[in-house]
């Protein structure tokens, strides 16, 4: 509407939370699996590598009647026990992976937009390259080559995901260089850095909030996969991927091995997608 | 008396919003007769685009008709249904949009969308209706209508896509047609001549037309009668040439007193701008709705009751408590002071070109010593600018005046030529190879803005940011220097704690001017400032601008497609055409006879608000791709004066008066002043 319309205050929190349930939906499914997470200690029945019962049911009981409520695995480790640590896993890797893809994809991407010329042609073809390769083939000859370590997935998912970010970024970029407060700081001589950090990077962060929040899901399910093929954080560290692994040949037989860590991944999954689509339907709204 | 075709009475619009409803039309009463024109004037968010969706029962997802009625052709259109609404609407009342481009399907061409009318609204198909849909073609003088049939939208121009909208529009013959600003975004001499369409179609089709614009000028063209309205009420309705001469609502006298006249300068008469700004529906004022921007507002009397709308004289209404008392009339001019005397040159621009290069279309572009297609935006200009005064380029979109001013700022390099400023020789200097004093010497308000400012930012920030760069100011200085420009462009000092997106157009475009005279530059280039602002704040900004022009004794170089601003702020005048000077002089000189024949042409598609209805014909025609200009005079594709071959051939050289008027065209100066005296009396 008018410009008067825009003159209005900023909505509280409060206010545009109450105009998206989605939003409070993802953000209360996170919220669970953060106090999970943080309370794993306080709120873990069993420590996560403590042999009870192997292939206990669930509902079962150790011998000394404690209870095991998702039941035991193959070395008789607590189902629940290994959920809630795993969730301390991979609530520290997936956002440090999203971050670290993040802080290389926005600059390269802030450069090839701003710059163009043959520095885009560069960064866009080699860009094009890795994203032509299948990123699974890609994780598995990284890890293959450098080991399964932490920070091998951080690389992995680094070079495997910053090439997308570097082109959503450098599509806003090629829109908002040609604003004028870009050229206003143009006339007063500021470094290009500062151009691309202070003048157009904080413009940039609609899309890029809700691009994170999707991709924080991704990468929840790459380090699931990367620990379903052996190649993810060492064991014994609990971790839901290789508790998915190391269910596969007794799914049929024992399945709340498989289930109940299957549950955890895809909600947290869930979570960080409705927050995505929350905040999409809020920056669609007037 | 006979029945009205469409009568609104006491119509009440409310859009729902997070703030809860928000009243965007208010108690709209109308009446248009069968073959009546009725224009619908006021500045954004006033409502009278929501009018014309009420009227077609087209209201967005969160509007709502919540009083009144709508009758059209005496039935009430809350009544009807779906189905038949859909007979209606195109075949009774029929709309023109703002952008004829989204209006028009890309997929389909000309010739299917317009039969589809025909198919839909009258069964008509096959040969016949291809003639119908050709002749209409030929009606809205679309030059070659068995093209144009056959075209995509975009293989035809702006104008030209709009007068097909027109013709899609008239095809079912509808008794009704609504024109929502049906000319925004088209050049000037392409304005003019489809207004001229518009008011032909009224008389000769004998259909009512509802004209929505913010230009009362361009309305005035056209309709009969005016409506003017205000913060979503019709604040005074009456005949075209009653509201012109003689207005009654401080309203609508303070729109038309800041209009710049078109045969005054800022000396004779400057302009008087309505203090204020447009309040939100939500910021309405108690009583009145005008009454806090008012000159004549009375307290106990204006902010005690809502003033009702009132008969005057014939045919007449008007919505003030004190109208009675108000003498009707234009108001008076006040004499501005005249300008300092120049004392040379302060930018000298000498043959200064401008190419870019453009990768061609398709695979060619791929290869990798493809021919780069090469436009020429800036050619051969050559002017100076005098110091302490203004200087003004004018001319049509692709002029090339924007490039220019990109160079001259170093905002990119030139080609060719020389832009001296200061001695030094600006042309190959882009902003980063510039010392901080030729930076804080030159800088620029643009045109924008809501993209003048960065909207992460407080603004106050954003200014103090300006003076630690260009005067490397320390904290407490800059603090200072923001309080004093604040001061300078009349804005309360709170206002520098707030983020763009809190303020107004007219607001920003203060603060976008502040910044530009943060470092007290000798030169300020303002890329058409005041274009995208609304009518009453125009003539506030201008204003402003002038008089720190004045007070800082800068060269402003004012870049504008408007002709009546520009004779009212220039000293001198540049008129630019395909990247062509075409003509400079001062501005006496340019707005009097001899005029180059494209200045002539700017001149008489220039909306007045004083010829009435006498509409000369303006230029036909488009401006030609800057790909492929044409050989010898630019202009000669569309030049009435055009001598012959010679015109096509060669280019032009200039002609200089002793005076130091110089025009490129090849008839003789005196030859010119004779044709054109003739053609005005």
Same mark, same amino acid.
């Given at each position: 509407?008018?410009? !008067?319309?825009?003159? @209005?205050? +900023? =909505?509280?929190? %409060?206010?545009? #939370?109450?105009?998206?349930?989605? *939003?409070?939906?993802?953000?209360?499914?996170?919220?669970?699996?953060?106090?999970?997470?943080?309370?794993?200690?306080?709120?873990?029945?069993?420590?996560?590598?403590?042999?009870?019962?192997?292939? !206990?049911?669930?509902? @079962?009981? +150790? =011998?000394?009647? %404690?209870?095991? #409520?998702?039941?035991?695995?193959? *070395?008789?480790?607590?189902?629940?026990?290994?959920?809630?640590?795993?969730?301390?896993?991979?609530?520290?890797?997936?956002?440090?992976?999203?971050?670290?893809?993040?802080?290389?994809?926005?600059?390269?991407?802030?450069?090839?937009?701003?710059?163009?010329?043959?520095?885009?042609?560069?960064?866009?073809?080699?860009?094009?390259?890795?994203?032509?390769?299948?990123?699974?083939?890609?994780?598995?000859?990284?890890?293959?080559?450098?080991?399964?370590?932490?920070?091998?997935?951080?690389?992995?998912?680094?070079?495997?995901?910053?090439?997308?970010?570097?082109?959503?970024?450098?599509?806003?970029?090629?829109?908002?260089?040609?604003?004028?407060?870009?050229?206003?700081?143009?006339?007063?001589?500021?470094?290009?850095?500062?151009?691309?950090?202070?003048?157009?990077?904080?413009?940039?962060?609609?899309?890029?909030?809700?691009?994170?929040?999707?991709?924080?899901?991704?990468?929840?399910?790459?380090?699931?996969?990367?620990?379903?093929?052996?190649?993810?954080?060492?064991?014994?560290?609990?971790?839901?991927?290789?508790?998915?692994?190391?269910?596969?040949?007794?799914?049929?037989?024992?399945?709340?091995?498989?289930?109940?860590?299957?549950?955890?991944?895809?909600?947290?999954?869930?979570?960080?997608?409705?927050?995505?689509?929350?905040?999409?339907?809020?920056?669609?709204?007037? | 008396?006979?029945?009205?075709?469409?009568?609104?009475?006491?119509?009440?619009?409310?859009?729902?919003?997070?703030?809860?409803?928000?009243?965007?039309?208010?108690?709209?009463?109308?009446?248009?007769?069968?073959?009546?024109?009725?224009?619908?004037?006021?500045?954004?968010?006033?409502?009278?685009?929501?009018?014309?969706?009420?009227?077609?029962?087209?209201?967005?997802?969160?509007?709502?008709?919540?009083?009144?009625?709508?009758?059209?052709?005496?039935?009430?259109?809350?009544?009807?249904?779906?189905?038949?609404?859909?007979?209606?609407?195109?075949?009774?009342?029929?709309?023109?949009?703002?952008?004829?481009?989204?209006?028009?399907?890309?997929?389909?061409?000309?010739?299917?969308?317009?039969?589809?009318?025909?198919?839909?609204?009258?069964?008509?198909?096959?040969?016949?209706?291809?003639?119908?849909?050709?002749?209409?073609?030929?009606?809205?003088?679309?030059?070659?209508?068995?093209?144009?049939?056959?075209?995509?939208?975009?293989?035809?121009?702006?104008?030209?896509?709009?007068?097909?909208?027109?013709?899609?529009?008239?095809?079912?013959?509808?008794?009704?047609?609504?024109?929502?600003?049906?000319?925004?975004?088209?050049?000037?001499?392409?304005?003019?001549?489809?207004?001229?369409?518009?008011?032909?179609?009224?008389?000769?089709?004998?259909?009512?037309?509802?004209?929505?614009?913010?230009?009362?000028?361009?309305?005035?063209?056209?309709?009969?009668?005016?409506?003017?309205?205000?913060?979503?009420?019709?604040?005074?309705?009456?005949?075209?040439?009653?509201?012109?001469?003689?207005?009654?609502?401080?309203?609508?006298?303070?729109?038309?007193?800041?209009?710049?006249?078109?045969?005054?300068?800022?000396?004779?008469?400057?302009?008087?701008?309505?203090?204020?700004?447009?309040?939100?529906?939500?910021?309405?004022?108690?009583?009145?709705?005008?009454?806090?921007?008012?000159?004549?507002?009375?307290?106990?009397?204006?902010?005690?009751?809502?003033?009702?709308?009132?008969?005057?004289?014939?045919?007449?209404?008007?919505?003030?408590?004190?109208?009675?008392?108000?003498?009707?009339?234009?108001?008076?001019?006040?004499?501005?002071?005249?300008?300092?005397?120049?004392?040379?040159?302060?930018?000298?621009?000498?043959?200064?070109?401008?190419?870019?290069?453009?990768?061609?279309?398709?695979?060619?572009?791929?290869?990798?010593?493809?021919?780069?297609?090469?436009?020429?935006?800036?050619?051969?200009?050559?002017?100076?600018?005098?110091?302490?005064?203004?200087?003004?380029?004018?001319?049509?979109?692709?002029?090339?005046?924007?490039?220019?001013?990109?160079?001259?700022?170093?905002?990119?390099?030139?080609?060719?030529?020389?832009?001296?400023?200061?001695?030094?020789?600006?042309?190959?200097?882009?902003?980063?190879?510039?010392?901080?004093?030729?930076?804080?010497?030159?800088?620029?308000?643009?045109?924008?803005?809501?993209?003048?400012?960065?909207?992460?930012?407080?603004?106050?920030?954003?200014?103090?940011?300006?003076?630690?760069?260009?005067?490397?100011?320390?904290?407490?200085?800059?603090?200072?220097?923001?309080?004093?420009?604040?001061?300078?462009?009349?804005?309360?000092?709170?206002?520098?704690?707030?983020?763009?997106?809190?303020?107004?157009?007219?607001?920003?475009?203060?603060?976008?001017?502040?910044?530009?005279?943060?470092?007290?530059?000798?030169?300020?280039?303002?890329?058409?400032?005041?274009?995208?602002?609304?009518?009453?704040?125009?003539?506030?900004?201008?204003?402003?601008?002038?008089?720190?022009?004045?007070?800082?004794?800068?060269?402003?170089?004012?870049?504008?497609?408007?002709?009546?601003?520009?004779?009212?702020?220039?000293?001198?005048?540049?008129?630019?055409?395909?990247?062509?000077?075409?003509?400079?002089?001062?501005?006496?000189?340019?707005?009097?006879?001899?005029?180059?024949?494209?200045?002539?042409?700017?001149?008489?598609?220039?909306?007045?608000?004083?010829?009435?209805?006498?509409?000369?014909?303006?230029?036909?025609?488009?401006?030609?791709?800057?790909?492929?200009?044409?050989?010898?005079?630019?202009?000669?594709?569309?030049?009435?004066?055009?001598?012959?071959?010679?015109?096509?051939?060669?280019?032009?050289?200039?002609?200089?008066?002793?005076?130091?008027?110089?025009?490129?065209?090849?008839?003789?100066?005196?030859?010119?002043?004779?044709?054109?005296?003739?053609?005005?009396?």
């Amino acid at each position: 509407m008018t410009d !008067a319309t825009k003159a @209005q205050t +900023t =909505p509280t929190l %409060r206010s545009l #939370l109450a105009e998206s349930p989605i *939003l409070i939906a993802g953000l209360s499914i996170l919220g669970f699996w953060l106090m999970v997470a943080i309370l794993a200690p306080w709120i873990a029945p069993f420590r996560p590598n403590e042999n009870l019962v192997p292939m !206990a049911l669930p509902g @079962q009981r +150790t =011998p000394d009647g %404690r209870l095991m #409520l998702l039941g035991a695995d193959h *070395l008789g480790r607590d189902v629940l026990s290994r959920i809630i640590y795993g969730g301390r896993t991979v609530l520290t890797y997936a956002p440090l992976a999203t971050l670290c893809a993040y802080s290389v994809g926005v600059t390269l991407g802030l450069i090839a937009g701003y710059k163009g010329r043959w520095i885009d042609e560069l960064l866009s073809r080699f860009a094009d390259l890795v994203l032509a390769f299948p990123v699974i083939v890609l994780y598995i000859v990284i890890i293959q080559k450098f080991g399964a370590s932490g920070l091998n997935i951080l690389i992995a998912v680094t070079l495997a995901s910053s090439p997308g970010i570097m082109r959503l970024v450098r599509g806003v970029v090629l829109d908002l260089r040609t604003r004028a407060y870009v050229s206003a700081a143009q006339m007063r001589g500021e470094s290009t850095f500062y151009i691309l950090f202070v003048e157009i990077l904080p413009n940039a962060r609609g899309p890029l909030i809700v691009d994170a929040c999707l991709r924080l899901g991704y990468v929840t399910i790459t380090i699931g996969t990367l620990g379903f093929l052996g190649l993810g954080i060492p064991p014994p560290t609990p971790d839901w991927g290789s508790m998915i692994n190391e269910s596969r040949h007794f799914a049929l037989v024992f399945p709340h091995m498989a289930v109940f860590p299957c549950l955890a991944v895809s909600s947290l999954v869930l979570g960080f997608n409705l927050i995505a689509d929350g905040l999409r339907e809020l920056s669609l709204a007037d | 008396m006979t029945e009205p075709l469409l009568q609104l009475d006491g119509l009440s619009v409310s859009y729902r919003t997070r703030r809860g409803p928000v009243p965007a039309v208010v108690d709209v009463s109308l009446r248009l007769n069968r073959g009546e024109s009725l224009g619908l004037v006021g500045e954004s968010g006033c409502g009278k685009s929501t009018i014309a969706f009420a009227i077609m029962r087209w209201l967005a997802g969160r509007g709502q008709i919540v009083g009144g009625r709508v009758l059209f052709e005496g039935r009430d259109m809350a009544g009807i249904s779906r189905e038949e609404l859909r007979r209606i609407r195109g075949k009774r009342i029929a709309m023109v949009f703002q952008e004829a481009m989204s209006a028009l399907n890309p997929c389909l061409t000309i010739g299917a969308q317009l039969t589809e009318v025909l198919k839909f609204h009258e069964n008509v198909v096959g040969p016949g209706a291809e003639r119908r849909a050709k002749d209409m073609l030929a009606e809205v003088r679309i030059p070659d209508p068995d093209r144009v049939f056959r075209a995509f939208p975009h293989e035809i121009s702006g104008g030209q896509q709009q007068r097909v909208v027109i013709a899609m529009a008239l095809l079912a013959n509808p008794a009704l047609l609504l024109l929502d600003e049906p000319t925004t975004g088209l050049d000037v001499t392409v304005e003019a001549s489809v207004v001229r369409l518009i008011a032909e179609i009224s008389r000769r089709f004998g259909t009512s037309l509802l004209y929505i614009s913010h230009n009362l000028a361009l309305i005035s063209r056209v309709c009969e009668r005016i409506a003017v309205m205000y913060a979503g009420e019709i604040v005074e309705e009456g005949p075209t040439r009653r509201i012109l001469t003689a207005p009654i609502h401080p309203y609508t006298r303070g729109l038309i007193r800041c209009l710049p006249e078109s045969g005054a300068d800022k000396i004779a008469r400057p302009l008087s701008p309505i203090p204020g700004q447009i309040p939100a529906p939500w910021e309405r004022a108690a009583g009145c709705f005008f009454q806090p921007r008012c000159g004549y507002a009375r307290d106990g009397l204006c902010d005690a009751s809502h003033p009702p709308l009132i008969g005057y004289g014939k045919g007449s209404t008007v919505r003030c408590l004190r109208a009675s008392e108000i003498e009707p009339g234009r108001i008076d001019a006040v004499a501005g002071e005249a300008p300092p005397a120049a004392d040379g040159v302060a930018v000298s621009v000498d043959r200064l070109s401008k190419d870019y290069r453009l990768t061609p279309p398709g695979l060619r572009g791929l290869l990798p010593f493809a021919d780069p297609l090469r436009i020429r935006a800036n050619d051969h200009l050559t002017f100076n600018a005098a110091s302490g005064r203004t200087l003004a380029i004018v001319g049509e979109s692709g002029c090339g005046k924007s490039t220019f001013a990109r160079v001259l700022t170093g905002l990119e390099r030139a080609t060719g030529g020389r832009i001296e400023v200061a001695g030094t020789d600006l042309a190959q200097l882009s902003v980063i190879d510039r010392s901080r004093e030729q930076l804080r010497a030159l800088q620029m308000v643009f045109q924008n803005p809501d993209e003048t400012l960065n909207p992460s930012y407080r603004v106050g920030r954003q200014i103090a940011r300006v003076a630690s760069r260009l005067l490397g100011l320390g904290r407490r200085e800059r603090a200072q220097r923001v309080r004093d420009l604040f001061a300078e462009i009349r804005l309360p000092a709170g206002i520098a704690d707030r983020k763009p997106r809190h303020l107004s157009g007219g607001q920003k475009q203060r603060i976008a001017i502040a910044r530009a005279f943060v470092g007290n530059p000798e030169i300020v280039v303002a890329d058409e400032p005041v274009s995208a602002l609304d009518v009453s704040v125009r003539a506030a900004v201008t204003q402003l601008l002038m008089e720190i022009q004045r007070a800082h004794g800068t060269t402003l170089i004012l870049i504008s497609h408007d002709l009546a601003l520009v004779r009212y702020v220039a000293d001198t005048v540049v008129v630019m055409y395909l990247g062509q000077v075409m003509e400079v002089g001062t501005t006496s000189q340019v707005f009097s006879a001899p005029h180059h024949p494209y200045t002539e042409a700017l001149l008489a598609a220039q909306p007045k608000l004083e010829d009435d209805r006498g509409l000369h014909a303006p230029v036909e025609g488009e401006t030609p791709s800057p790909l492929d200009p044409p050989q010898g005079c630019p202009f000669h594709t569309r030049c009435p004066r055009k001598v012959g071959t010679i015109c096509e051939i060669s280019r032009p050289s200039e002609q200089v008066t002793p005076a130091g008027h110089r025009m490129a065209c090849h008839i003789p100066m005196d030859e010119l002043v004779r044709a054109q005296e003739r053609a005005t009396t």
